[in-house]
């Protein structure tokens, strides 16, 4: 069936450094694959998304590109803030009729001054 | 004006006890989503529906009843609650089955004791 693996967390980087939190997924046929991110006490917001093989993704600062050979949808920023500090979600929709997003388990990221 | 609410914010309550959720979306869309967050952050989709008709049904105990009036609203009732019932239960809608995005409400924090 189709899933989503993201790497385990706490991931604990000071502000500045470069980030990367990695996403692999498997799948029938060409998902679309997003990152949501949660902000403390707040619900999922859509974050980017990229719905081909060699797309990439970018919003406030973070990029993603949709990668068929590996099956992988990394997440990086390259200078994270404090503000950045919450859970990210890697998530993939299968495109087909009846099914819904399917997310992975969540990395929480914290960003110390 | 809030795009997708829910109520309550937090729900405190007893083992054995039936409880509701409700929400509803001002964003004219068709679809509209359960998902369950554990303690662990991860999130399951539970239900969906496309302008009133149930589409996605995932293996959720028969307590657990989807109600939608209309399509701007999706409201949760559980019977018999359980321990292993307690989570943040998340309402979203998206334009169409598509799930382009997904915009979510602030969930809703189910603690039975």
């Known amino acids: 069936g189709n899933s989503v693996t993201q790497m385990e967390g706490p991931v604990t980087l000071s502000e500045e450094a470069f980030l990367t939190i990695n996403c692999t997924y498997t799948?029938?046929?060409?998902?679309?694959l997003f990152w949501y991110v949660q902000y403390p006490g707040e619900g999922l917001q859509l974050l980017l998304k990229?719905?081909?093989?060699?797309d990439k993704g970018s919003n406030k600062g973070f990029e993603a590109t949709y990668r068929k050979e590996t099956t992988s949808f990394h997440l990086e920023k390259g200078s994270v803030q404090v503000s950045d500090s919450a859970v990210y979600f890697c998530?993939?929709?299968?495109?087909?009729?009846?099914?819904?997003?399917?997310f992975g388990k969540g990395t929480t990221l914290s960003v110390s001054s | 004006d809030t795009a997708v609410s829910q109520t309550p914010k937090y729900l405190v309550t007893q083992m054995g006890n039936d409880k509701s959720i409700k929400c509803e979306q001002n964003l004219g869309h068709d679809t509209m989503y359960w998902y369950k967050q554990d303690s662990k952050k991860f999130l399951k989709i539970m239900f969906s529906?496309?302008?009133?008709?149930?589409?996605i049904n995932e293996t959720v105990p028969n307590r657990f009843s989807p109600k939608s009036p209309d399509k701007a609203h999706l409201n949760l009732h559980i019977n018999s609650l359980e321990l292993g019932d307690s989570a943040v239960y998340f309402c979203?809608?998206?334009?169409?089955?598509?799930?382009?995005?997904?915009?979510f409400g602030s969930g809703t924090q189910l603690s039975v004791l």
């Open positions: 979203a809608s998206s334009p169409g089955t598509g799930v382009e995005k997904l915009f």
């Open positions: 998530a993939l929709f299968a495109n087909q009729a009846g099914t819904a997003l399917i």
């Open positions: 990229a719905t081909k093989a060699d």
């Open positions: 529906y496309n302008n009133k008709e149930l589409i």
């Open positions: 799948a029938t046929g060409y998902p679309s």
